[in-house]
């Protein structure tokens, strides 16, 4: 699972409050890449990171925000959630694999906005 | 724009048949093309890729540039096959390894 661990796993929010999700990584891998999975989309990419303290905006990253000020974590926020935030949220990290780079997922966080 | 369609939202075969999970891209270049399989309960994870053509679980993908197509192919399907599979592409020019995923097709194998 290349160390890659999400928190928490399950949420239920309401409307206009603040959520932060967490994704932590055990292997001091550069890059970091947020992502929701959705129904008949995919995974679209929100935010990722290419060190401390650099990211960089995704496909859908409105309403979002992240933060990493160290290495092993990678925060999403939501400001302000709304239902059309409801979602599952992936993290991954890319590690190289021999010739190639490859991206390994976390579990997931199943987020529920009511 | 980049861009990668999956069809098929669901796709139901019986076991031993040969199945098909069709994906078709949009890129100005030569991009990466991989499949990303998710078993139930599990974590998303790299089947295979085009770039090093290799034959993983049975199942096989080639890159079609006339088409701008990489369809996964298997010749006879298992019921441990069922489970959502994504295909998705990456720009090697950017460095990033930001992936574009489709849509996501379900495999459903029957005994």
């Known amino acids: 699972d290349a160390g890659i661990t999400q928190s928490p796993r399950h949420k239920v929010t309401e409307t206009g409050t603040p959520v932060t999700l967490r994704c932590h990584q055990t292997?001091?891998?550069?890059?970091m890449y947020w992502y929701r999975q959705d129904p008949g989309h995919g995974l679209r990419l929100i935010h990722y990171?290419?060190?401390?303290?650099?990211?960089d905006k995704g496909e859908v990253s409105d309403g979002y925000s992240v933060s990493r000020s160290k290495t092993e974590d990678f925060l999403l926020t939501l400001e302000s959630a709304t239902s059309s935030q409801t979602s599952v949220y992936f993290c991954?990290?890319?590690?190289?694999?021999?010739?190639?780079?490859?991206?390994?997922f976390g579990p997931g966080t199943r987020l529920t906005v009511l | 724009a980049q861009r990668v369609t999956q069809p098929e939202k669901l796709l139901s075969v019986f076991k031993g048949a040969p199945v098909e999970l069709k994906c078709n891209y949009s890129?100005?270049?030569?991009?990466?093309l991989f499949w990303y399989v998710q078993y139930s309960r599990q974590r998303l994870q790299l089947l295979l890729r085009?770039?090093s053509r290799e034959s993983i679980k049975g199942f096989t993908a080639d890159l079609n540039k006339g088409e701008t197509s990489f369809h996964l192919k298997k010749p006879f399907a298992q019921e441990e096959d069922s489970a959502m599979y994504y295909c998705?592409?990456?720009?090697?020019?950017?460095?990033?390894?930001?992936?574009?995923f489709g849509q996501g097709t379900t495999l459903q194998v029957k005994p």
């Open positions: 991954a990290i890319m590690e190289r694999q021999g010739a190639y780079n490859e991206q390994f």
């Open positions: 292997e001091n891998h550069r890059y």
């Open positions: 990171s290419y060190g401390v303290k650099d990211t």
């Open positions: 890129y100005s270049g030569s991009p990466e």
């Open positions: 085009h770039i």
């Open positions: 998705a592409l990456s720009a090697p020019s950017s460095n990033t390894g930001k992936l574009i």
